[in-house]
């Protein structure tokens, strides 16, 4: 249902989340707020105010385009990553990757986790090595000494983690 799904969503990050649907009791909008919905509408709606709602969501959310950390700016709209204004060459994943670290700093990460955000999790397009070698590739562009990483830390046995100074 779409608390569940409200649920889910908010496992992958901060975006803009507007309930639309049938229910319109207090206590359903109550929940979904509480849950972490932006906004919540029930049916029968008008269009011209859903889409006045969805413009305020969009607007407030523009402040989130660009995430930053540990001298790390990543810009959303761009899909471009930079330190001190210059700029990082990212493949897409690496990109990608990054987004997922610095959207979760401070959260130990699993490989599964990783892989499911990112690739196939079934398994049919990567290998168990893909999460190690694109983490390890994107520390190369990073980390002032990727030997001894200090933004994308391993936790053994359970990942990595975006570590915040």
């Not at 909008?29 to 509480?34: N, P, S």
């Not at 897409?92 to 990054?98: K, M, N």
């Not at 959207?103 to 990460?109: H, K, Y």
């Amino acid at each position: 249902d779409g608390f569940e799904t409200l649920e889910k969503i908010r496992l992958l990050g901060n975006v803009p989340v507007l309930m639309l649907t049938a229910k319109d009791d207090n206590a359903s909008k109550v929940k979904g707020l509480q849950m972490g919905a932006d906004d919540y509408m029930s049916k029968p709606f008008s269009l011209a105010v859903l889409k006045a709602r969805m413009g305020n969501l969009l607007r407030r959310g523009k402040v989130q385009d660009i995430l930053c950390s540990n001298g790390i700016t990543l810009d959303r709209v761009s899909c471009r990553a930079y330190r001190q204004d210059k700029e990082i060459p990212c493949s897409s994943v690496e990109f990608r990757l990054l987004q997922y670290f610095m959207e979760n700093r401070g959260q130990v990460l699993s490989k599964e986790q990783i892989l499911e955000r990112l690739w196939d999790n079934q398994g049919k397009f990567v290998d168990d090595n893909t999460v190690s070698v694109n983490i390890r590739r994107l520390r190369m562009k990073i980390e002032e000494d990727p030997s001894s990483p200090r933004l994308i830390r391993t936790v053994h046995g359970l990942g990595y983690i975006w570590r915040e100074d």
